[in-house]
Nanobody, 125 residues
């Protein structure tokens, strides 16, 4: 059974850091492009960052460039989202997603076939 499970969300103060994990089962993450998306209350789902398969290129939303990084641990079949210098506007439910094919528009949720259930990140003092 194909499954993605996110963890690591929580409450953090502005300027703080969190690391989210996305663990895969039923398939090998290294064969897929992995994206992280987020959805704030009353807003649509937004692409945050993507790590492609093969060449391992990374794409970022402008709003997180220089603050968020993505990495992959193939031994654990897990992808991580490191979030630093967090701001209140980063508050959202964060989702990881996997795309088996070469993606054209990394921030389009329609490119991705598998999704996790989401983890809440709240940035507040």
């Amino acid at each position: 059974q194909v499954q993605l499970v996110e963890s690591g969300g929580g409450l953090v103060q502005p300027g703080g850091s969190l690391r989210l994990s996305c663990a895969a089962s039923g398939f090998t993450l290294d064969d897929y492009a992995i994206g992280w998306f987020r959805q704030a209350p009353g807003k649509g789902r937004e692409g945050v960052i993507c790590l492609t398969r093969g060449d391992g290129r990374t794409y970022y939303a402008d709003s997180v460039k220089g603050r968020f990084t993505i990495s992959r641990d193939n031994t654990k079949n897990t992808v991580y989202l490191q979030m630093d210098s967090l701001k209140s506007e980063d508050t959202a439910v964060y989702y990881c997603a996997a795309a088996p094919n070469r993606i054209s528009i990394w921030y389009s949720e329609y490119e991705y076939d598998y999704w996790g259930q989401g983890t809440q990140v709240t940035v507040s003092s």
